[in-house]
């Protein structure tokens, strides 16, 4: 056999044996590779995963946000819409919110709200309660603008009248309601025969509660680390917070279980009908009046003369002390000059109010406490004092409002004839009515994350999730 024959089978020997050791293990190493690598994929997903949905400190719904949106682009979106009117004592708002069910858990996530406002509010309407009707039916077409038409007949509609109706005598009240109870018959939105009524103040207490905290993503982990909302209406003003001490569930009588995304807590709540800010300012401006309607008051600037004022229905013209009234010397520089101007004797005024205050609120214990929100009148006081910018909120002492109260009573202003009254019984209302310090700091918001603060979040979510 020839060299060059050898040669030849030997190839072919070596072409149909078996492959190269090397080659094979080669192989094997990234088989391995390509499995470790598809572990701890697996692995840092079901970790993310875990982290988002159960970590405390991070909310529960940001683990859902990619999903949803997938799901949003393939059609797989659950919106629910709800409509919550707010008849309130000093005007009616409407709230049209809409959600959607996220995909994974079925929580409902806020994606927007219609928000419209008109003045007055339904009380003022006790004795025309059709021209009172007029203006709830105006709000209601701004809602059917909100939400299309095909959710009409699945969209919850509700009217909750607050402290304003409370304090009607119950025939007008009663009046009032029924007429809506009428208009709603033929609205394309669903109702029952409870759509409509005069809204407990526990349950607007726990609603501005849960709405507060919910859009400050507080539910995510223990309820003792969610927030107190203070809620200062017209007619009465709420104090709600997450209930963890002793002394302040031994007060059965104030506790209630409030729906959050994830279950059931205890919270106290206390609703004050008579210390909303307009209640309190009638009693104030009225004290020792009797029913007169023509008053003069300790709290009112001396240059304000005959102020006409409506609330409840009535108008009231009120004066400052026309007569024995203390006076400042107005002061040019280093030098005080010879123009005297009119103020409220502060000292004086605070009495009076602190008077009403005490008389009226029990301090809850558990409140210091606590990390405070503050809205309604409490924000728009603040803003119109210059304690915070109007369109971004902030925080401030308690003891500034005093500080602005102070001012307010040595200036005669005739734009803002009820500026002194009013501060001096915020900062009264917050330190001797609610047994806050001078230096407890106070959040001040209108909104948060883009959405207003108001009951009727909490209203519309109970009435969907409740």
Same mark, same amino acid.
């Given at each position: 056999?020839?060299?060059? $024959?050898?040669?030849?089978?030997?190839?072919?020997?070596?072409?149909?044996?078996?492959?190269?050791?090397?080659?094979?293990?080669?192989?094997?190493?990234?088989?391995?590779?390509?499995?470790?690598?598809?572990?701890?994929?697996?692995?840092?997903?079901?970790?993310?995963?875990?982290?988002?949905?159960?970590?405390?400190?991070?909310?529960?719904?940001?683990?859902?946000?990619?999903?949803?949106?997938?799901?949003?682009?393939?059609?797989?979106?659950?919106?629910?819409?709800?409509?919550?009117?707010?008849?309130?004592?000093?005007?009616?708002?409407?709230?049209?919110?809409?959600?959607? =069910?996220?995909?994974?858990?079925?929580?409902?996530?806020?994606?927007? *709200?219609?928000?419209?406002?008109?003045?007055?509010?339904?009380?003022?309407?006790?004795?025309?309660?059709?021209?009172?009707?007029?203006?709830?039916?105006?709000?209601?077409? %701004?809602?059917?603008?909100?939400?299309?038409?095909?959710?009409?007949?699945?969209?919850?509609?509700?009217?909750?009248? +607050?402290?304003?109706?409370?304090?009607?005598?119950? *025939?007008? %009240? $009663?009046?009032?309601?029924?007429?809506?109870? =009428?208009?709603?018959?033929?609205?394309?939105?669903?109702?029952?025969?409870?759509?409509? *009524?005069?809204?407990?103040?526990?349950?607007?207490?726990?609603?501005?509660?849960?709405?507060?905290?919910?859009?400050? $993503?507080?539910?995510?982990?223990?309820?003792?680390?969610?927030?107190?909302?203070?809620?200062?209406?017209?007619?009465?003003?709420? &104090?709600?917070?997450?209930?963890?001490?002793?002394?302040?569930?031994?007060?059965?009588?104030?506790?209630?279980?409030?729906?959050?995304?994830?279950?059931?807590?205890?919270?106290?709540?206390?609703?004050?009908?008579?210390?909303?800010?307009?209640? %309190?300012?009638?009693?104030?401006?009225?004290?020792?009046?009797?029913?007169?309607? +023509?008053?003069?008051?300790?709290?009112?600037?001396?240059?304000?003369?005959?102020?006409?004022?409506?609330?409840?229905?009535?108008?009231?013209?009120?004066?400052?002390?026309?007569?024995?009234?203390?006076?400042?010397?107005?002061?040019?520089?280093?030098?005080?000059?010879?123009?005297?101007?009119?103020?409220?004797?502060?000292?004086?005024?605070?009495?009076?109010?602190?008077?009403?205050?005490?008389?009226?609120?029990?301090?809850?214990?558990?409140?210091?406490?606590?990390?405070?929100?503050?809205?309604?009148?409490?924000?728009?006081?603040?803003?119109?004092?210059?304690?915070?910018?109007?369109?971004?909120?902030?925080?401030?002492? &308690?003891?500034?409002?005093?500080?602005?109260?102070?001012? %307010?009573?040595?200036?005669?202003?005739? $734009?803002?004839?009820?500026?002194?009254?009013?501060? +001096?019984?915020?900062?009264?209302?917050?330190?001797?009515?609610?047994?806050?310090?001078?230096? +407890?700091?106070?959040?001040?918001?209108?909104?948060?994350?883009?959405?207003?603060?108001?009951?009727?979040?909490?209203?519309?979510?109970?009435?969907?999730?409740?």
């Amino acid at each position: 056999m020839s060299n060059s $024959e050898l040669r030849r089978r030997k190839l072919k020997n070596s072409a149909n044996g078996k492959s190269n050791p090397t080659k094979t293990k080669k192989k094997s190493t990234d088989a391995k590779i390509h499995q470790s690598l598809l572990c701890l994929i697996l692995s840092g997903t079901v970790l993310t995963i875990f982290i988002v949905l159960y970590t405390d400190q991070i909310p529960w719904y940001l683990g859902h946000k990619a999903i949803d949106n997938i799901a949003k682009k393939f059609g797989y979106d659950k919106p629910s819409h709800v409509v919550v009117i707010d008849a309130g004592s000093t005007g009616s708002r409407v709230l049209a919110f809409t959600f959607h =069910e996220s995909y994974l858990g079925g929580k409902l996530i806020l994606d927007k *709200e219609l928000f419209k406002y008109t003045k007055p509010g339904l009380s003022s309407f006790a004795n025309d309660p059709q021209k009172g009707v007029e203006t709830i039916e105006n709000l209601l077409e %701004a809602a059917k603008n909100e939400i299309p038409r095909e959710y009409w007949p699945k969209t919850p509609l509700i009217l909750k009248a +607050t402290a304003g109706l409370r304090l009607l005598p119950p *025939e007008k %009240a $009663e009046n009032l309601l029924n007429s809506v109870k =009428e208009l709603f018959k033929k609205t394309p939105f669903l109702t029952n025969d409870e759509s409509v *009524e005069i809204m407990d103040g526990t349950d607007e207490g726990i609603f501005s509660w849960f709405t507060v905290n919910f859009l400050s $993503e507080k539910f995510s982990g223990n309820p003792a680390n969610t927030v107190a909302a203070l809620d200062l209406g017209g007619g009465s003003t709420q &104090v709600t917070f997450s209930a963890v001490t002793p002394a302040s569930l031994k007060e059965t009588d104030r506790i209630h279980k409030a729906i959050t995304p994830n279950g059931f807590v205890p919270v106290y709540t206390h609703s004050y009908l008579g210390l909303g800010l307009m209640a %309190a300012r009638k009693e104030i401006v009225t004290l020792d009046h009797g029913k007169n309607t +023509t008053v003069i008051s300790e709290c009112i600037n001396p240059i304000i003369k005959q102020k006409k004022w409506t609330y409840g229905g009535k108008d009231y013209f009120v004066s400052g002390l026309q007569e024995n009234f203390p006076i400042r010397k107005k002061k040019d520089n280093d030098f005080y000059v010879g123009e005297e101007i009119p103020i409220v004797d502060s000292k004086k005024c605070t009495k009076i109010i602190q008077n009403y205050v005490i008389k009226m609120a029990k301090p809850p214990s558990e409140l210091p406490l606590k990390t405070i929100f503050a809205f309604s009148y409490y924000f728009d006081r603040a803003t119109e004092a210059g304690l915070i910018d109007e369109s971004k909120g902030g925080k401030v002492k &308690v003891g500034s409002f005093k500080k602005a109260a102070e001012t %307010a009573c040595l200036t005669a202003n005739t $734009e803002q004839p009820f500026m002194c009254l009013d501060l +001096t019984f915020i900062w009264v209302l917050l330190e001797k009515g609610l047994g806050l310090s001078s230096e +407890t700091t106070v959040h001040l918001y209108k909104k948060i994350n883009g959405h207003e603060i108001s009951w009727a979040l909490g209203a519309g979510y109970d009435l969907l999730r409740g």
